[in-house]
Nanobody, 125 residues
Framework: QVQLVESGGGLVQVGDSLRLACAAS????????MGWFRQAPGKEREFVAT????????YYSDSVKGRFTISRDNAKNTVYLQMNSLKPEDTAVYYC??????????????????WGQGTQVTVSS
């Protein structure tokens, strides 16, 4: 049984920073890729960032590039999202995602087969 548990969301001011964490449990689970998506009210869930097993392969959406950093601790099966210079448009529920297989695609919801329950991030102006 694989579970992804997010933590670190909250209410912050414009320009502040937050760090999200997502721990994957499951005795033999070694995800190929782990990532973050987000869903704002009334919008579709969208890709934010992803990182491969090697941890050097990272990809970001244009909207967060240069402000967010994804990292991964394979020993702990944990992925992090460091969010700096937060803006009101970053307000959303952030979901952790992981997949147990290789795929060249990484930005679609269907590219991942495990999901966390989500954590709310609210950026107030």
């Amino acid at each position: 049984q694989v579970q992804l548990v997010e933590s670190g969301g909250g209410l912050v001011q414009v320009g502040d920073s937050l760090r999200l964490a997502c721990a994957a449990s499951g005795r033999t689970f070694r995800p190929y890729a782990m990532g973050w998506f987000r869903q704002a009210p009334g919008k579709e869930r969208e890709f934010v960032a992803t990182i491969g097993q090697s941890t050097t392969n990272t990809y970001y959406s244009d909207s967060v590039k240069g402000r967010f950093t994804i990292s991964r601790d394979n020993a702990k099966n944990t992925v992090y999202l460091q969010m700096n210079s937060l803006k009101p448009e970053d307000t959303a529920v952030y979901y952790c995602a992981a997949r147990s297989y290789y795929s060249p695609s990484y930005f679609r919801n269907e590219d991942y087969n495990y999901w966390g329950q989500g954590t709310q991030v609210t950026v107030s102006s």
